[in-house]
């Protein structure tokens, strides 16, 4: 079994930044995601990588604004947000999986955190 604990949601103005946290504990995974939803739509994939070789994906909506990086030493996953919109207002979900490939699918993650709020305003 794999734990996800999310940190770091909030409140903030469009422009600002956040910072997410998500601490891996339990079985080794190789490719970490984050993911959201916002009430009434469907969650979507944001970001991913993998721990080997540090590949990275990103959803077109958030490129150039939020960056995913890792620190092994503690088994951490971060999402640096930066220029924050209002439309970035959702849930953040982490997710793991053990498997590198299909990185923006939700259902190829077996492992979810409980996901920590985002909220944005104009």
């Known amino acids: 079994q794999v734990q996800l604990v999310e940190s770091g949601g909030g409140l903030v103005q469009a422009g600002g930044s956040l910072r997410l946290s998500c601490a891996a504990s339990?079985?080794?995974?190789?490719?970490m995601g984050w993911f959201r939803q916002a009430p009434g739509k469907e969650r979507e994939f944001v970001a991913a990588?993998?721990?080997?070789?540090?590949?990275?994906n990103y959803a077109d909506s958030v490129k150039g604004r939020f960056t995913i990086s890792g620190d092994n030493a503690k088994n951490t996953v971060y999402l640096q947000m930066n220029s924050l919109k209002p439309e970035d207002t959702a849930l953040y979900y982490c997710?793991?999986?053990?498997?590198?490939?299909?990185?923006?699918?939700?259902?190829?993650?077996?492992?979810w955190g409980q996901g920590t709020q985002v909220t944005v305003s104009s």
């Open positions: 339990g079985r080794t995974t190789n490719t």
């Open positions: 997710a793991a999986k053990r498997a590198r490939y299909y990185m923006t699918s939700a259902p190829t993650y077996p492992y």
């Open positions: 990588m993998t721990w080997t070789d540090t590949n990275t």
